[in-house]
C-alpha cells in the first residue's frame, strides 16, 4: 500500500529525503577530498575514509536509498580491508577507490531522478 501523500508523517519523510538528496553533492564531494588525502598522506588518511563511508552506508539504507547504502558499504569494506591488512594504498587501490566513490555518485544520481 503507497503511503497517503495527504498523511503529515509521509510529507515529512519526503521532505527529509529530498533535503538529503540535496546534500549529496556534498557528501561525494567528502568522498573525493578524503581520497586525496589518502593518495598524498597513505594510511593515517583511511580511517576518515572509511567513517564517511561507513556514515553514507548507514543514512542510505535509513532515507530508503538502498544503491547509496550498499555501494558506500562495499567500499567501506574494501578500504577497512586496506586498514587491517596495514599496506599503503597503491595506483591500484586508489583507482579502486575512485571507482567506489563514483559508484556511489552514481546511486545518489539514480536516487535524485526517481525523488525529483
Known amino acids: 500500500m503507497a503511503p497517503d501523500p495527504a498523511d503529515p508523517l509521509a510529507q515529512q519523510l519526503r521532505q527529509l529525503r529530498q533535503e538529503y ?8 564531494e567528502e568522498l ?3 581520497r586525496t588525502r589518502v593518495a598524498h ?7 576518515d575514509l572509511r567513517q564517511a563511508l561507513h556514515r553514507l552506508a548507514g ?10 547504502s550498499t555501494r558506500s558499504r562495499e567500499a ?3 578500504v ?16 579502486s577507490i575512485d571507482k567506489a566513490i563514483e559508484s ?13
Do not use: C, N, W
Request: aromatic residues 6%; charged residues 25%.
Open 104 to 116: 556511489v555518485a552514481a546511486a545518489f544520481q539514480d536516487a535524485l531522478r526517481t525523488i525529483s
Open 21 to 28: 538528496l540535496r546534500d549529496s553533492g556534498k557528501r561525494v
Open 41 to 47: 598522506e597513505g594510511p593515517a588518511a583511511l580511517p
Open 80 to 95: 577497512a580491508d586496506m586498514i587491517s591488512t596495514g599496506r599503503s594504498p597503491t595506483a591500484v587501490d586508489l583507482a
Open 59 to 68: 543514512s542510505g539504507g535509513s532515507y530508503g536509498f538502498p544503491d547509496v
Open 32 to 34: 573525493r577530498d578524503l
Open 76 to 78: 567501506e569494506h574494501f
